[in-house]
């Protein structure tokens, strides 16, 4: 099997799963929520941290610098 066929094979069940999610056990419902929000929000830090260090915002001479004591 190529990778391809895997990821299509994994992205299928997480779509039936999907489908039968209204249906389920509240505390099921519950969960996957849960879990979707640490997805969403892990997402959010990277691109936030990503656009932050690659935008060019913080140049040599703008930084803060912090010197020894």
């Known amino acids: 099997m190529s990778t391809s ?7 299928q069940n997480v779509w039936t799963k999907l489908q039968a999610l209204p249906q389920e056990h ?14 969403l ?8 941290g990503c656009v932050y260090g690659c935008c060019g915002c913080c140049t040599a001479g703008s ?6 004591v």
Do not use: H
């Open 5 to 11: 066929e895997d990821m299509k094979g994994i992205l």
């Open 41 to 48: 929000t892990f997402i959010a830090l990277v691109v936030t």
């Open 26 to 39: 509240p505390l099921t419902q519950t969960a996957f929520l849960i879990i979707l929000l640490f997805f």
């Open 63 to 68: 930084r803060n610098k912090v010197s020894a």
